[in-house]
């Protein structure tokens, strides 16, 4: 793992000058990028702390809908008593993604942005060649082993699956993410790998995910998450088990 230099930002505008230095990435729970940077995908020369930022952590849901603080962590929102009777989608996909131990950790923002879990991507060591990570490398997927691979939305540059729970659940209620001032969709956040692959969100430099909001609806309200797997955790097994599905 490459060395790093630590900065925490003591504002949003401080994390977003900070970020937008060469080298810098945004360090909120850490359960992607330290991931990433052991196995040496990602190479920081500066992690930047935002994760005391204040507010940035607040929920709030009334009538018109929810606004999520991209540092509410997932188990925070995954629990949160209007999100679960307004948008149980939401909380579902939540409570279904990672384990109980990274919900804890991890942050809505960090959620959004987490790369892919194409094996080739993650093991530069092994597989040199991937667009993704290296732009005009190759795809190691492509002609190789592809089981998880994705068949839709795919590209003749990569063909890797988009790995989260909750961006899905977003994407059916109309969900924005808030960059500051700057709203993008969270339809047009996500982008496909076409020829730039490496390109998987609609963010600039130096800008820095502040909250999601997403609108009030009947179709949310009554909503539910279903996720199909290989394998499912014994944490959510046992807890099927209990409410008797
Ligand atoms: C073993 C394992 C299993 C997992 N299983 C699932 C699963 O089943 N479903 C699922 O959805 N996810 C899953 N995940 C992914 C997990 O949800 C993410 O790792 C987590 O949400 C990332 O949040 P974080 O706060 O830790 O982000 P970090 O690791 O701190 O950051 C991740 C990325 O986001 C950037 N970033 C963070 N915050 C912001 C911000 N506010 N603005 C702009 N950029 C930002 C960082 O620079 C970095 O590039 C799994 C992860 C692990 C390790
Ligand atoms: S599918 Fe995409 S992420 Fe995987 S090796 Fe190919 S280019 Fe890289």
């Known amino acids: 793992m490459k060395d790093f230099s630590y900065l925490r930002a003591n504002s949003v505008d401080a994390a977003r000058q900070a970020a937008a230095l060469p080298g810098a990435m945004l360090l909120a729970g850490g359960t992607t990028l330290v991931d990433l940077a052991k196995c040496g995908v990602a190479e920081p020369d500066t992690m930047v702390d935002i994760t005391h930022l204040k507010g ?14 991209a540092l509410a962590k997932m188990s925070s929102v995954a629990d949160h008593a209007a999100i679960k009777s307004r948008f149980p989608a939401v909380s579902e996909a939540l409570w279904q993604a990672a384990s ?13 942005m987490q790369r892919t879990r194409c094996p080739y991507f993650r093991d530069p060591a092994n597989f040199p ?14 002609g190789g082993v592809t089981r998880g691979h994705a068949v839709l939305g795919t590209s003749e540059a990569c063909i890797a699956t988009y790995p989260g729970d909750l961006a899905t659940a977003l994407v059916a209620f109309d969900a924005t993410v808030h960059l500051g001032d700057r709203q993008v969709a969270v339809d047009d956040f996500f982008l496909l790998p076409g020829a730039t692959p490496d390109r998987e969100h609609a963010i600039a430099p130096g800008e820095v995910i502040t909250a999601i909001s997403i609108p009030a609806s009947a179709a949310a309200q009554r909503s539910t998450y279903l996720k199909i797997r290989d394998r499912q955790s014994y944490e959510f097994a046992a807890a099927s088990a209990a409410v008797g599905i």
């Open 56 to 69: 940035l952590d607040r929920i709030t849901v009334d009538d018109g809908g929810a606004m999520i603080g």
């Open 100 to 112: 109980a131990q990274l919900r804890n950790m991890a942050t809505i923002g960090g959620n959004l």
């Open 129 to 142: 060649a991937c667009n993704k990570r290296t732009p005009r490398s190759g795809c190691s997927a492509i």
